[in-house]
């Protein structure tokens, strides 16, 4: 895949992750079906990256201190906190879970569970993001900057007139 | 059809992940009956009515103002952790690099290999080590007012359930306290 599909997507997920986690934005029922449409989209991340996530996996500890496995340990993180905020919301889901007539019965701490595992996932995106600002940055100006900045033409410099220029040739 | 299998692996990784969400769950709901001894009695009004915590407004309702506040908030707290990240990683290899300029002036480049080595393992810890501090420190309190009215409806609750003839237990010995500190009579029979 390409990297401006990857960068496409990259901030489709940001935004609908920052709509998510704010449900009085959208109210509990949008929250709901946002949330299970962000685990698609994760899904589709996870596949984008998966000969990334195969190969580190496969040589985790022969090259044990290198950037890249502080990036899979942090990775892993943010899957384990994401699967808990799924898993808890649906156990808690009110929306969902009534279409697909489905009713459960559960216990008060699903929604602690879905508040912290929620907190857990900003802090780990934080990281996450940090850990590959350069690569947003650099595609954000290449993909998005430049192309919006070359619609605008520059104004072109006033021209001076071309004065000939007399060369001496007697010595 | 690789592409089913994949979804399919992300899929079981992610139930293997959810059973261990809900056995946690399970295993905590389990040991807290146990301790408390079953449900404890509703706090209840003079009217019967079971009391409930005074809420500040519907959960399921939308408002922008809120939600706007809420965003830039993450944006904010987002924003600070790429910050401190990023200080940190760019603080570690600009150490590196003068470490390793002053080891390679004296005698190769031993030490800053080593300090290179512990980099990711320092970033690391210390990622974990926040991520603990500012979770952890996210709990809710849950307080209810106790007062005549809600004494004495706790007190018809728990002559009904509880033995007074039997040996003291744990309720009956934090009811008598409860009482003692209102000056009240504990009911005997």
């Known amino acids: 895949m390409s990297t401006k ?8 997920m940001f935004g609908a992750f920052l709509t998510a986690t ?25 596949l984008l990256h998966w000969d990334w996530i195969i190969k580190v996996s496969k040589e ?8 890249s496995r502080l990036n899979f340990v942090v990775n892993t993180l943010f899957f384990v906190t994401m699967t ?42 934080g990281i996450h993001f940090a850990l590959h600002l350069k690569w947003v940055t650099t595609n954000i100006g290449r993909y998005i900057v430049n192309p919006i900045r070359n619609l605008f033409p520059r104004s072109m ?15 | 059809m690789k592409t089913i299998l994949k979804i399919i692996a992300i899929l079981l990784v992610a139930a293997v992940v959810a059973g261990g969400f809900f056995l946690a769950v399970n295993n905590t709901s389990t040991s807290s009956d146990s301790v408390e001894g079953g449900q404890p009695p509703a706090m ?14 519907g ?21 600070v952790i790429t910050i401190i990240v990023w200080l940190a990683q760019k603080g570690f290899s600009l150490l590196g690099k ?71 237990s744990a309720s009956t010995t934090a009811l008598s306290g409860i009482y003692e500190l209102f000056n009240i009579e504990y009911p005997t029979k």
């Not at chain 1, 029922?29 to 994760?42: D, F, K, N, Q």
């Not at chain 2, 974990?128 to 018809?156: C, D, F, H, P, R």
């Open chain 1, 84 to 125: 808990g905020s799924f898993f808890s919301g649906l156990m808690i889901s009110e929306s969902v879970l009534a279409t697909l007539g489905i009713q459960l019965d559960v216990s008060r701490s699903w929604k602690s569970i879905h508040t912290l595992m929620s907190d857990s996932s900003v802090i780990i995106l």
């Open chain 1, 22 to 46: 704010n449900p009085h934005l959208t109210g509990n029922t949008i929250h709901e079906w946002l949330g299970v449409s962000l685990a698609g989209v994760v899904i589709t991340h996870l």
């Open chain 2, 98 to 168: 003068r470490k390793f300029s002053t080891a390679h002036a004296r005698n190769g480049a031993a030490m800053t290999l080593k300090f290179k080595r512990n980099l990711p393992l320092i970033i690391m810890l210390t990622g974990i080590l926040s991520l603990l501090a500012l979770t952890m420190g996210n709990q809710k309190i849950v307080s209810y007012t106790v007062t005549m009215e809600t004494l004495q409806a706790t007190q018809v609750a728990a002559t009904q359930t509880i033995d007074v003839n039997s040996q003291a």
């Open chain 2, 44 to 57: 209840t009004s003079a009217s019967g009515q079971p009391m409930e915590r005074p809420e500040g407004g």
């Open chain 1, 157 to 171: 410099p006033n021209v001076m007139a071309v004065q000939p220029v007399r060369i001496n040739k007697d010595k």
């Open chain 1, 5 to 12: 599909t990857n960068l496409v997507l990259d901030l489709t």
């Open chain 2, 59 to 79: 959960e399921d309702s939308a408002s922008i103002t809120r939600g706007l506040s809420g965003v830039i908030a993450t944006l904010a707290k987002l924003t």
């Open chain 1, 60 to 67: 985790f500890f022969k090259k044990f201190l290198h950037q």
